[in-house]
């Protein structure tokens, strides 16, 4: 759906046709990918926000029941709810797949959504909460599979958002260097759950003998308004990039290492 459309949903109007038809085009390439590019070879699902409810429906409906689940070495449903039961990690959005807990596992999937530490998901917010009675919004730390909280590898934008917030003085050295910055050390992450809410909570590591800021962007603002039921919407994937990336490597090092296995079976 457009920028336009967003309020509308969250408003009550249904906008089912508007995704059904946005999921067609997804299942479309899902099976053209398959037919002419995929070649046997092991694949990642990525999607943020809108992209991971299609991304999660894809999963369910083609996907984890098929062959090619063997193929997945993750799925990155980030940036909306996937559920699971209250202390587990499989059951809910998704009935095979579960949430990955170990460097190496694959077939599994890393799911958060980031909020700042002091401001948690609110009652009624659209990010960082389950839908359904039992169930709480998964969340998998890239940094830290295993839980507990650790620092992030960050990419961020050093420009100004095109959806508002503070302008951020990034270092008292002078301007950036570039317009996207590798920032390591600045912040951290925990998984932390609520009932049905689940995220990421993410901590600035102030310190003030260092240059760097210790502000960091990723709030969402419908004009000059602050939506504190998004978190840090903006900043799910660049506050975790290098983390991911890293995942990820690891899972086509343990899924290659099997190959010959798989092979044989």
């Known amino acids: ?36 590019y995929n070649e046997g070879r092991p694949f990642v699902l990525i999607g943020h926000s809108q992209g991971t409810i299609h991304a999660t429906r894809l999963l369910a409906e083609e996907i984890e029941n098929g062959p090619a689940a063997r193929r997945m070495l993750s799925a990155l449903l980030i940036g909306y709810a996937v559920e699971v039961p209250e202390g587990g990690v499989v059951g809910g959005s998704l009935h095979r797949t579960p ?35 039992g169930m709480t919004a998964g969340c998998v730390n890239p940094a830290a599979l295993a839980g507990g909280s650790a620092p992030l590898d960050a990419y961020v934008l050093a420009a100004v958002s095109q959806f508002g917030g503070p302008v951020i003085t990034w270092s008292s050295t002078g301007p950036p260097p570039a317009p996207f910055l590798h920032v390591r050390g600045l912040i951290s992450g925990e998984c932390r759950h609520d009932g049905q809410a689940g995220w990421l909570a993410i901590t600035v590591n102030a310190d003030p003998a260092d240059a760097r ?33 890293r995942l990820v490597g690891t899972q086509r090092d343990a899924w290659l290492s099997a190959a010959p296995a798989r092979r044989s079976e």
């Open 99 to 133: 949430l990955c807990t170990r460097a190496g596992q694959t077939g599994c999937v890393v799911a958060y959504m980031s909020f700042r530490a002091a401001s948690p998901p609110p009652l009624g917010s659209l990010m960082g909460r389950a839908t359904h009675p």
């Open 213 to 245: 800021t210790d502000q960091i962007p990723g709030d969402v603002y419908f004009g000059p308004q602050l939506i504190p039921g998004w978190g840090l919407h903006l900043g799910d994937v660049p506050l975790a990039l290098g983390d991911l990336i």
């Open 1 to 36: 759906m457009t920028l336009a459309a967003i309020p509308r949903a969250i408003g009550g109007e249904d906008l089912g046709a508007n995704f059904n038809q946005a999921y067609g085009d997804v299942r479309a390439a899902w099976h053209y990918y398959l037919d002419h």
